[in-house]
Nanobody, 122 residues
Framework: VQLQASGGGLVQAGGSLRLSCAAS????????MGWFRQTPGKEREFVAAIRRSTGSDYYTDSVTGRFTISKDYAKNTVYLEMNSLKPEDTAVYYC????????????????WGQGTLVTVSS
């Protein structure tokens, strides 16, 4: 599985951005795709995930109600719609994928895209 992330940028607090993650290769139905973020000196943090076969979605508490993860089967793409952005959302965002159930542990994801930088100014 190859992942290509895009959509990062600079936005003011309260604004919105949409990240995209296009998957290619052997993308079976049991794939779980997720978004993580990382700031300098900190571990990679789970943000959201979606189970490709069921559409079940999962979020970390700090983004619940503000971020929405969705999928487009035809395009084999997962999106992360980010609204009401806060300066503390500033990070490099990574998309990831694994075969199997949802998990929030980055080490459980075998496939990673390149990061895309999101900067939220106050």
């Amino acid at each position: 599985v190859q992942l290509q992330a895009s959509g990062g940028g600079l936005v003011q607090a309260g604004g919105s951005l949409r990240l995209s993650c296009a998957a290619s290769g052997r993308t079976f139905g049991s794939l779980t795709m997720g978004w993580f973020r990382q700031t300098p000196g900190k571990e990679r943090e789970f943000v959201a995930a979606i189970r490709r076969s069921t559409g079940s979605d999962y979020y970390t508490d700090s983004v619940t109600g503000r971020f929405t993860i969705s999928k487009d089967y035809a395009k084999n793409t997962v999106y992360l719609e980010m609204n009401s952005l806060k300066p503390e959302d500033t990070a490099v965002y990574y998309c990831a994928a694994r075969y199997g159930q949802y998990t929030a542990y980055a080490t459980h994801y075998a496939y990673w895209g390149q990061g895309t930088l999101v900067t939220v100014s106050s």
